[in-house]
Nanobody
Framework: QVHLVESGGGSVQAGGSLRLSCAASGRIFSNYNVAWFRQAPGKEREFVAAITWSGGSTNYADSVKGRFTISRDNAKNMAYLTMNSLKPEDTAVYYC??????????????????WGQGTQVTVSS
C-alpha cells in the first residue's frame, strides 16, 4: 500500500506558476512510477505527466509540454509538478498517482493503483 498526499494547489492568475507536491508513505517509493492527472468539473480525469521510478524517463500530455515539469526525490519520498505559464484551461483538481514500476509509463487512470485525495488549482484570466 502506498499513501499519497498532494499539496501546493491554489489560485493564480493566467501566466503564473505553481508547484504541486506529492508526499508518499508506505511501500518503497522508488519501486513506483508516478503520474499526475487532473479533472475539471464535468470532464473525465486526464493524464498530465508521468515519471519512471528512477526519474530517468518522463512523459507529458501535449497540452502541458514545455510548461509543466514532473520530477521526484526518492530520498524524500516526494514527487513534484512544476507548472509555469498557467492558463485558465489548466483549472482542475490535480491528483498524484502511483503504480509499480514497469516497462512503460501508463497514460490512463486505470494504469495506476494508488491515488491521493487531490488538490485544487484555479487559474483566472
Amino acid at each position: 500500500q502506498v499513501h499519497l498526499v498532494e499539496s501546493g494547489g491554489g489560485s493564480v492568475q493566467a501566466g503564473g506558476s505553481l508547484r504541486l507536491s506529492c508526499a508518499a508513505s508506505g511501500r518503497i517509493f522508488s519501486n513506483y512510477n508516478v503520474a499526475w492527472f487532473r479533472q475539471a468539473p464535468g470532464k473525465e480525469r486526464e493524464f498530465v505527466a508521468a515519471i519512471t521510478w528512477s526519474g530517468g524517463s518522463t512523459n507529458y500530455a501535449d497540452s502541458v509540454k514545455g510548461r509543466f515539469t514532473i520530477s521526484r526525490d526518492n530520498a524524500k519520498n516526494m514527487a513534484y509538478l512544476t507548472m509555469n505559464s498557467l492558463k485558465p484551461e489548466d483549472t482542475a483538481v490535480y491528483y498524484c498517482a502511483a503504480a509499480p514500476a514497469g516497462l512503460r509509463l501508463g497514460l490512463t487512470p486505470a494504469s495506476y493503483d494508488y491515488w491521493g485525495q487531490g488538490t485544487q488549482v484555479t487559474v483566472s484570466s
